[in-house]
């Protein structure tokens, strides 16, 4: 049995759940997620409460881990639909900018053209300043932790940040190590 499977998903006030054949969904006061459940786990609501087991007859090993993933999905549908996610990007560099129109983000990172970045549904965003500099931090709001995750993976793909200068997208927050650079030249 998974140790973090074990632990109950605790209902807050204004979720409902429908446990169905094989899917589970969550709705709450910022919107509604649906997830499909592996088929070696069972779902079941007591008292406001959402317990994971393993099913009579799966395999140990292949039960255990499905049991703590699905819990863990559950978990964070659950914090998704009562209070959302954030994840925060920063821009760093020279001319580095962003500007976002109806679902689009437009991103000058010293290439030749913007990079036009468009949001999938479901996903806002802001932007703010940050250090005293002009739009250069955006801050990706949604209800999906996954889809939150690799939406800001797919814009700091665009330009990641560089060893030498620090140049580049991150994370907020990220450190970055950096290298020394050539020493030859003193």
Avoid: C, W
């Amino acid at each position: 049995m998974s140790r973090i499977g074990r632990r109950p998903v605790v209902l807050p006030k204004g979720v409902e759940t429908r446990i169905g054949e094989g899917s589970m969904k969550v709705k709450g006061p910022l919107g509604e997620l649906v997830e499909s459940i592996p088929p070696h786990v069972l779902v079941t609501n007591r008292d406001g409460e959402l317990m994971v087991t393993q099913a009579e007859g799966a395999p140990r090993h292949e039960g255990g881990a499905m049991q703590g993933l699905t819990r863990a999905l559950l978990n964070n549908m659950v914090t998704g639909v009562t209070k959302g996610f954030v994840r925060s990007l920063d821009l760093i560099g020279v001319g580095y900018r962003v500007k976002g129109e109806s679902g689009r983000l437009t991103l000058s990172l010293g290439f030749t053209e913007p990079v036009v970045y468009t949001l999938p549904p479901g996903i806002t965003y802001e932007i703010k300043d940050a250090e005293g500099q002009k739009e250069n931090r955006v801050i990706l709001k949604g209800i999906d932790k996954a889809v939150i995750g690799q939406v800001a993976a797919d814009i700091r793909r665009l330009r990641p940040p560089e060893p030498y200068k620090g140049k580049g997208i991150r994370y907020t927050g990220e450190r970055i190590r950096q290298k020394a650079g050539k020493a030859g030249a003193r």
